[in-house]
């Protein structure tokens, strides 16, 4: 069945980069957009931005000067990089496919990873 | 940015309830309007897509409505596993997605 798996470091210190990836199984990579969502403890959900298999991206623009995405379709995996964190970027962060419904018509998130907590502190 | 308010913020709710959350937003977004489910330490869960579209396997005894700006949640008959916080997203202004606040169903 379909899967996703984040993975990266727990523990990040302020001013330095986040860096996560997300490993996609059961099915193909390609052909979809992949993206990153985050969540603040307690608080709700924020896009982050999202990358397609080909390669092209769209980043939140509250966070587009930080980001960066790529992607891996040879390993199925996609990644996050998120620069000069603070205290603010603590969160749980989660990778997801991002599907539309039609040719024409609402995008969403039919898959999801299971999340993993990132704690800036020095 | 389009911006989702939903309400209430949280809700209090018996086992067999009929309980309606609502979303809106800041303008039109036709159908472009999913719904997730989150329960305490894990990732959400799609419900509805396209304001009114069951995803597979979700329970009949959810649905969804609405158009433009207004759209509602219900929840025919609650069981125990509903208990969760629920969140709308819009996916009109692509690429930027925006999510609601979040509504936290609980056990009165």
């Known amino acids: 069945q379909v899967q996703l798996q984040e993975s990266g470091p727990g523990l990040v210190k302020p001013s330095e980069t986040l860096s996560l990836t997300c490993t996609f199984s059961g099915g193909s990579i390609s052909g979809y957009f992949w993206s990153w969502i985050r969540q603040p403890a307690g608080k709700g959900l924020e896009w982050i931005g999202r990358i397609h298999s080909s390669g092209s991206s769209n980043y939140s623009p509250s966070l587009k000067s930080r980001v960066t995405m790529s992607v891996d379709t040879s390993k199925r995996q996609f990644s996050l990089r998120l620069s000069s964190v603070t205290a603010a970027d603590t969160a749980v962060y989660y990778c997801?496919?991002?599907?539309?419904?039609?040719?024409?018509?609402?995008?969403?998130?039919?898959?999801w990873g299971q999340g993993t907590l990132v704690t800036v502190s020095s | 940015d389009i911006q989702m308010t939903q309400s209430p913020s949280s809700l209090s709710a018996s086992v067999g309830d009929r309980v309606t959350i609502t979303c809106r937003a800041s303008q039109i977004i036709s159908d472009y309007l999913n719904w997730y489910q989150q329960t305490p330490g894990k990732a959400p869960k799609l419900l509805i897509y396209a304001a009114s579209t069951l995803q597979s396997g979700v329970p009949s005894r959810f649905s969804g409505s609405g158009s433009g700006t207004y759209f509602t949640l219900t929840i025919s008959s609650l069981e125990p596993e509903d208990f969760a916080t629920y969140y709308c997203q819009q996916s009109y202004s692509i690429p930027m997605y925006t999510f609601g606040q979040g509504t936290k169903l609980e056990i009165k």
């Open positions: 997801a496919r991002d599907v539309q419904m039609a040719v024409v018509g609402t995008r969403y998130f039919d898959y």
